[in-house]
Structure formats: C-alpha cells, structure tokens
C-alpha cells in the first residue's frame, strides 16, 4: 500500500513512462507503424490519467510544499514550475482533443493538432519530472 508521501516519487515516475511512451509513439509515426504507435499513445494516455489522479489525490491531501532551496535554483525553479502548470491546464483539453479525432479516424484534424498536442506534451511530462527532482531531491 502506497502511503501520500509516496505519491510524489510515483508520480514522476509516471511522468517519465510518459515521455518514453511519447518518444517512441513519435518514433513508431515517423516510421509509419501505425499500430504500435497507437498502442504507446493509448498507454501514454492511461499512464498520464493515472499520474493525474495521483496528483490530484497528493495535492488534494497535502495541498502545498515549499520550494526551500535559495540562490540562483529558485527563479530557475519557479520558470520551470510555471511554464509546466500553464501547459499542464492547456494540454488536457488538447490531448482529449487529439485522441478524439484519432479515435473517430479523421486522421486529417488528428493529425493538425497532434502537431501541437505531442511538443507541449512531452514538455509538460519532462517538466514534472524535472520539477520533482528539483523539489525533492535537490
């Protein structure tokens, strides 16, 4: 049984799952497989709802944790941390977006907003980890 204090380690960890998952469904596009591509972004998406959940259950019991650390870290920390919220609030609805059009094959508008939807994406997966890192383990 995972105790509240373990969730922000578990919830990196499905921050980076994400990111491979991302890079490699990318990779699989790029190669024109387009099975295992929609087999890693099906599992980028169940990975990112379960960070999500995690997160919101974290947050919920904790609600906020400091960022301790002084000197040059903190302005670079809170950039970090800004950028990754504003585009954590962006890509949801881009993202259910995405895997709509995909899901419905209009592969068309799935593909014009994937372009947007995978950057953003990927930055908002590696951003957590980052931030979890700078958070935690600095």
Known sequence: M?????LPA??????????VLLGTGYYFIRKRNI???KMCMVTALITSTAFL???LIYH?????VPFTKQ?????????????H???AIVILPLVLRTAYFAFRSRFDKHVRIAR?????????SVTGVIVYLMLYQL
Do not use: E
């Open 2 to 6: 995972l105790a509240i204090s373990d």
């Open 10 to 19: 578990l919830n990196a960890t499905l921050n980076l799952t994400s990111a």
């Open 35 to 37: 099975r295992a591509h």
């Open 53 to 55: 959940t995690s997160y």
């Open 60 to 64: 919920y019991s904790v609600l906020h």
């Open 71 to 83: 000197g040059w870290i903190r302005p670079v920390y809170y950039f970090i941390l800004a950028t």
């Open 85 to 87: 919220v504003s585009l």
């Open 116 to 124: 947007w939807t995978f950057p953003l994406w990927m930055y908002v």
